[in-house]
């Protein structure tokens, strides 16, 4: 077993948001572009591709004051591929076991 350290954010005056996001023109080297980019942005701390209404989700953690810089720095930097987008606040980290403990054991 590991452990993992929850730091308050709130505390440090750091926001989670989740912002949620259209894309168009889609291609594997778009995808790879863009995903090289999340990936090198130090404010992205998670990315999901999904099925849907949003192809995309990525949780952002920030001072609440830079949002609106950061979600048009990004847009700019990827308008070619982020159609639309919705952004929310996210108040807590819910914690997901996908597997129960012993379904490896025999």
Not at 9 to 38: M, P, V
Not at 54 to 83: A, C, M, P, T, Y
Request: proline share 1%.
């Amino acid at each position: 077993k590991g452990y993992t350290l929850l730091v308050d954010n709130k505390k440090l005056g750091i926001r989670r948001f989740i912002i949620l996001l259209k894309l168009k023109d889609y291609s594997i080297e778009a995808d790879k572009k863009f995903t090289e980019h999340c990936k090198n942005n130090k404010y992205i701390v998670s990315l999901y591709k999904t099925l849907g209404e949003w192809d995309v989700i990525l949780e952002v953690e920030l001072d609440k004051k830079i949002l609106v810089e950061f979600i048009e720095e990004f847009r700019d930097s990827n308008n070619d591929l982020i159609g639309d987008y919705h952004s929310s606040v996210s108040n807590e980290i819910v914690k997901s076991d996908y597997l129960p403990d012993d379904i490896f054991e025999e």
